[in-house]
């Protein structure tokens, strides 16, 4: 589990929809778009109490870092992660009001 301090700044940079901010607090160098590390990223628990991941909470806000953290090659690793409530990402994307996370996660080949 990363420091609290981490988990934060990547629980507001997804929660923003700010790549930029994303790739600052994932780096441990500088990440670009499929870079394998995105995976590690997304399992990242942001919310300890709930079990919550960094791909949960961009799954619910369906916008660019969304598409960043799936760009991983084995991004499939982590998709079926569930938190407490035992959701997994897609669930997520499916009861929020924008489609544009099932969008990004059926592109990815989750459905």
Known sequence: MPPPDAASALLSAVRDDDPDALCRAA???????????????????????TGTTALHVAAA???????????????????????????TPLHVAAFTPSPSGVAAASSSGWA
């Open 61 to 87: 806000v369906g916008g660019r870092c969304l598409r960043l953290l799936l760009s991983a090659p084995d991004s499939a690793a982590v998709v079926g992660v569930t938190d407490a409530r035992d959701q």
């Open 27 to 49: 780096a441990d160098g500088p990440l670009r778009h499929g870079d394998a590390a995105w995976t590690r990223v997304a399992a990242t628990v942001v919310d300890p109490p």
